[in-house]
């Protein structure tokens, strides 16, 4: 071996390390909003996939596993709801069948100006919180469960022994799962939103609770000696 | 020749080796500046609950002294304030394995029942032998908990207890041990918060509200087919009653016992599951949801309105008359108030979810409703809408309305007054006066935007 070989080896490595710093420093981590958006197509596969099939078995299209793999069965199924829902049926999930499925990574709430402007107070702000605990903690909930979390979250504002503002019961250290792993910067559905928006009009599917875990996961044993009112899908609610 | 060939790969060696260095020296440093940050975070709510407790403690000590309404009035705003920002704090504490809900609740009654007592004596009322009492063993339960606080700082100021064992929550099962330590001076803290009295006055931690019976509630028990049958003919179908099923049905323990029935529909290209809760008591739809999609609007709010009151007329709900709205994502949620004899009863409302590509009524909710609504002895008004006028702030501008209605005021008590609405400059505002001797009760600012109209 030349030395003149030996020093061009020398440098690709030390290009190739360079590289490999740079990019372990900036952050090799995909976002999950910018995923959510991705044309999916017959052969792919992802955690896209995987929402995409919950998302169609939850409405009855999709009857395969949900394995995150873009067959010939969740083609089908993709292609029968594009039929239902008046979109070309090309079995191509794209940005229109995305937001048909109710994804929508930027959520307009309320395009139009309003008519009054009242110094921008709304409850917007709010809604999109909730929803966003909701989205975190309940995505593959049913919608009454989703709209139960979110009306848990509200039960504790009412409740003496829980902080007094959304803000201070969503970010109570420990309180929310979601909250404390990141999982509700995932992207919020529409059904997410629409449960927020019900459980803040006051529809309360737990009767008044102020807990809800998952009986399948190890939970503080504490937990238990609560009074159990209800179970909504894989959550058992309690005050 | 020789010597160059393991020169290379010692070369490469060294710098891997020593970016590597640098990698997990930075990643260190970064997480040592974000774990003492957050300590530091922990460590000023764990200060801040100690010194309002200590002051909630001193100041209810001097309530037992004070005599003059005024003096009174000052200290117990202050206790009012100082027990909020403890019990913000006293919640901002990390404690994973332990709830200290005792002393959480303890914190906001001090600072409800003191709220609720300085209205009174405002109005230059004495406090009385019974309210002298509720203070002293307010203050002897703060006193606990004061000395209980005060030892977790003397062991944190000698170095004993590290909050910072709190925040580290990786390897905390291997920990376990050592951490319990906070923890356990913690729990401590909680178990002397048993054995609280039950607080009752006028204020919305009250203990009576936790007890609160349904007033709506007629009717005698039903079974579990009634339900079924009532939960099939009530919720908004789009389609024949035969193309929908129960599919499951649960019961539900809340403040009113209920059962939760599931219906799915039948047909396969129509997707549509809805859960309706019947009460127990009379077979009463508290609340209903219908999961379906929605699609893109195509009725007006008008519409969806009318839509919304010929459902509840056509459910027996005959009495409503609609008050506000929200719209958001595909949906218009419209509130409906009970009348009694031309009274409005703000108490008692219904709401509903409708579509606002169909008009299908998409959700109902009574719960509210059913705990309050009943046949109310509404009092005379001694004041005519004209007399309640003159009342009104002369700011107010284009003053409309006058009509009786029946509003909640404080906890669980109900007033009756005349609403006003006026404007000041580009605000609307709703302002009630007292129908019988014309004190202004409340005073709300409608919010009108595109998602509706709100109260504030």
Do not use: C
């Not at chain 1, 793999?69 to 829902?85: C, D, H, K, P, S």
């Not at chain 1, 307009?108 to 966003?132: F, H, K, Q």
């Not at chain 2, 009463?284 to 195509?298: C, M, T």
């Amino acid at each position: 071996m030349s030395g003149r070989a030996a020093a061009m080896f020398l440098s690709f490595l030390l290009i190739l390390l360079i590289a490999f710093f740079a990019v372990f420093f900036s952050g090799v981590f995909p976002d999950p909003a910018r995923a959510q958006s991705r044309t999916l197509y017959w052969g792919l596969s992802g955690g896209d996939v995987y929402r995409l099939q919950q998302q169609l078995s939850a409405w009855g299209y999709y009857t395969g596993p949900a394995d995150g793999v873009y067959g010939n069965q969740t083609q089908e199924a993709v292609i029968l709801f594009q039929r239902y829902n008046g979109l070309v049926p090309d079995g191509v999930v794209g940005p229109n069948t995305w937001a048909a499925l109710g994804f929508s990574p930027t959520y307009a709430y309320v395009p139009a100006e309003p008519e009054t402007v009242s110094r921008g107070i709304s409850n917007r702000g709010d809604i999109y919180l909730l929803a966003r605990v909701i989205e975190g903690e309940a995505a593959d909930e049913p919608f009454i469960g989703k709209v139960a979390v979110g009306a848990v979250i509200l039960n504790r504002l009412r409740s003496a022994a829980f902080p007094h503002t959304l803000a201070g019961v969503i970010f109570q250290p420990h309180a929310f799962e979601s909250v404390s792993n990141g999982q509700y910067n995932r992207p919020v559905t529409e059904e997410s939103l629409r449960a927020a928006m019900m459980a803040m009009s006051g529809w309360d599917p737990t009767g008044g609770a102020l807990f809800f875990w998952n009986p399948a996961k190890p939970v503080n044993p504490w937990i238990w000696t609560k009074n159990i009112l209800t179970q909504i899908g894989e959550h058992v609610f309690a005050r | 020749m020789n010597r160059r060939r393991w020169l290379i790969p010692l070369a490469i060696g060294i710098i891997f080796l020593g970016g590597i260095i640098y990698w997990g020296y930075h990643q260190f440093t970064v997480r040592k500046q974000l774990e003492i940050a957050l300590t530091n975070k922990y460590y000023r709510s764990f200060y801040d609950t100690l010194s309002n407790i200590q002051n909630v403690e001193v100041l209810l000590s001097k309530l037992l002294v004070a005599q003059a309404p005024q003096l009174d009035s000052q200290i117990l705003m202050e206790i009012w304030q100082r027990a909020n920002a403890a019990q913000t704090n006293l919640n901002q504490l990390p404690l994973p394995d332990i709830s200290l809900s005792r002393t959480a609740k303890f914190l906001t009654q001090v600072g409800d029942y003191a709220y609720s007592l300085a209205k009174k004596v405002s109005l230059g009322q004495e406090k009385n032998a019974q309210e002298w009492e509720t203070l002293q063993k307010l203050y002897k339960k703060a006193s606990t908990l004061n000395v209980d606080l005060q030892d977790i700082e003397r062991q944190i100021a000698s170095g004993k207890l590290h909050l910072s064992e709190l925040s580290r929550q990786t390897g905390r099962v291997l920990q376990r041990k050592e951490t319990g330590l906070a923890s356990r001076n913690f729990q401590q803290v909680e178990e002397h918060m048993k054995g609280m009295p039950t607080l009752i006055y006028d204020g919305p931690f009250s203990d009576h509200l936790e007890k609160s019976q349904p007033k709506g509630l007629t009717g005698s028990k039903i079974t579990v087919d009634q339900a079924r049958k009532k939960a099939l003919g009530f919720i908004d179908r789009r389609y024949a009653q035969e193309n929908y099923a129960v599919e499951r049905v649960s019961i539900s323990k809340g403040k009113i016992r209920a059962y939760n029935v599931e219906i799915a529909s039948r047909l396969p290209n129509f997707q549509e599951r809805v859960t309706v809760a019947v009460s127990e008591t009379g077979g009463h739809v508290l609340w209903y949801a219908n999961a379906r999609n929605v699609g893109p609007e195509k009725l007006t709010l008008r519409q969806a309105r009318e839509k919304a009151q010929q459902f509840l007329i056509r459910r027996g709900y005959t009495n409503l008359v609609p008050t506000y709205h929200e719209q958001g994502g595909g949906l218009a949620v419209f509130n409906f108030a009970a009348t009694q004899n031309g009274v409005l009863l703000y108490p008692d409302q219904i709401k509903l979810t409708v579509a606002l590509d169909n008009g299908q009524i998409l959700g109902l909710e009574a719960t509210g409703y059913l705990m309050t609504h009943h046949r109310r002895d509404l009092p005379q008004p001694r004041l005519t809408a004209a007399q309640a006028r003159k009342k009104l702030s002369p700011h107010l501008k284009n003053v409309t309305g006058g009509h009786l209605a029946l509003i909640p005021v404080g906890a669980d008590k109900e007033k009756l007054v005349y609403e006003f609405r006026g404007e000041l400059d580009k605000d609307t505002f709703l302002v009630y006066i007292n129908a019988l001797d014309g004190k202004e009760e409340q005073v709300l600012r409608l919010v009108r935007n595109t998602e509706g109209v709100l109260t504030l």
